[in-house]
């Protein structure tokens, strides 16, 4: 498996992502039970979130985050999918 860094940057205000960040988080927190999710969360000083995934390839990714309801409900206007080589860390190969 890869290492991928995506970035979402969101297209409406923060009441519209507090209604559906309930089950955003929900589904999100499948994927880290499956393993598939390595960590998630939004930026502190600008609008968005990273997320650390482990997939085969960017398709896999792509196809994992579109059933992510932010994107179902249209509240990610732009979404980055970078493979990340993770040297140091966690999740980097030993």
């Known amino acids: 498996m890869a290492t991928f860094a995506v970035t979402y940057s969101y297209g409406v205000d923060n009441d519209a992502l507090n209604e559906v960040r309930p089950i955003h988080r929900e589904y999100l927190g499948r994927l880290l ?7 998630s969360g939004p930026f502190v000083d600008a609008e968005g979130a990273l997320l650390i995934v482990s997939a085969g390839s960017v398709e896999e ?5 579109d059933n992510d309801p932010f994107d179902i409900a249209g509240f990610i206007s732009e979404r980055a999918i970078t493979q990340w080589n993770p040297v140091f860390g966690p999740w980097s190969a030993k």
Not at 33 to 39: F, H, R, S, T
Not at 61 to 65: D, E, P, R, S, W
């Open 33 to 39: 039970e499956e393993g598939v999710l390595l960590a």
């Open 61 to 65: 990714v792509a196809h994992l985050l």
